[in-house]
């Protein structure tokens, strides 16, 4: 039966084109031949081609295939997502090994047996949709993170610490060495390496992140690498993993410390090979990332711990890059809080200023959610506020209800607001986060979603903290 599929023979033998339209002409809907290799140009411009059948040697004497390799690269250069077969009657292993390397999908030997072609051919153009799959999908993703970097947040910082951040950044973006982004939840590492792919040189190519703490051990590597149509149960279609998707341009892989240790080998195979396999695929893919991953652990202590593999460590953290927390740039929180009241009042269609005292107020609470915590209080604010000022008392003030930790540390209102050392009974910080998820819970009676929202984290976040404190 005849299939769709559009197919060029190039070859300057007019006997094995007409054996091969003879042939392919029962199995594929266009088959377009030419004995001449300078055609090839005006026959892609023309026409969709999907695969092309290229013999390597145009000169009945040649036998070093120089000629295929030129015509190959000719045609990668224009439509690479052509696929091309080479065939030679002079086959050795070496040339068809070059062959491959320089872009051809297989290879084929003269004289051929008809069921190796035709098969050799169907492979051909699986590839072909893979390519066009590849391509449509990076294209879309590109139009995607367009349209969302288009609701991005600025990130900001005046404070010094900030500026070594930025400068950071600026330097190793240029490089295309792997950045691992630390910092506690909240402190903008999916805003930095967003900041790295755009100072980057892959900024026109795709930028694609996985939340390593979501996904499902059993999806890990289909969600990583892709699946074939039929390689387990649920894999009812190919499917493309996300280094796939990145090719050509960066990978974000976030929360990178839940990953299980099997995962961590898997991975770092992956990263060292460079090369994917799909599952249920049998043809390895190159895939040229470059890699930008965050997490709020304490990945060397992880390795201490045996929670984390050494080597992945040392494969991903060439450059290092360290969020300070919002209490360690108090700085930053005018410059922050400004931005985040001019953003909601505009959202809101609302004309609000903050009042100085209150400013001050904002500079002396500790946002243990950090810049998520700040901006979600300014939008509460801006919701809440009746009048022309921004009503942070009622921000503040929801903020200490719900965290429950130092009720005195400050004095709410206008007059201005004083922390006292003496409130806190620790310092320990892991332990006022776990008072406060819990305090946060108990005030939405169990309600995650709303405690999560209060805490100023996202679900996930907040679910990997009801683990690790065991709630
Ligand atoms: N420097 C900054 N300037 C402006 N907005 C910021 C900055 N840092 C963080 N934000 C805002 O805070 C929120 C959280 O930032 P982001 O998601 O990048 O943090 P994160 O460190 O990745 O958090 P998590 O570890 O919980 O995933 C976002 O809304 C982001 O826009």
Redo the contacts with the bound molecule.
Sequence with gaps: MKQAGSILVVDDNPDILVAMQLLLKQHYQTVVTTDNPFDIGKTLNEQQIEVILLDMNFNRDAISGQEGFYWLKKIIAQDPSVVVVLMTAYGDIKLAVDAIKAGAADFIAKPWRNEQLLAVIAAAFSHARDKQQVGKLTRQTKGLNQALSGQ??????QSAA?QAVFYTIEKAAKTDANILIT??????????AHAIHLASKRSEQAFISLDMGAIAASLFESELFGHKKGAFTDAKADRVGRFELAHGGSLFL??LGNLPISEQTTLLAALQNRQITPIGGIKTIDVDIRLIC?T?DDLPQAVRDNRFRQDLLYRINTVEIR?PPLRERVD?IPL?AT?YLDHFSHKYKRQLTIAPEDMRALCRYTWPG???EL?HAIERAVILTDDDVLDIRSVVGTELAQLNVATNAFELGKGGSTTHDNDYDTFNLETLEQRAVRAALKHHQGNVSQAAKALG??RG?MYRRLDKYGL
């Design positions: 991005k947040f600025d990130f900001l910082g900030m910092g506690e939840s909240g402190t903008g590492k999916e805003l930095a976030d929360e965050a709020n969020l930053d922050l931005y950090n810049v998520r901006a984290l996202t976040a």
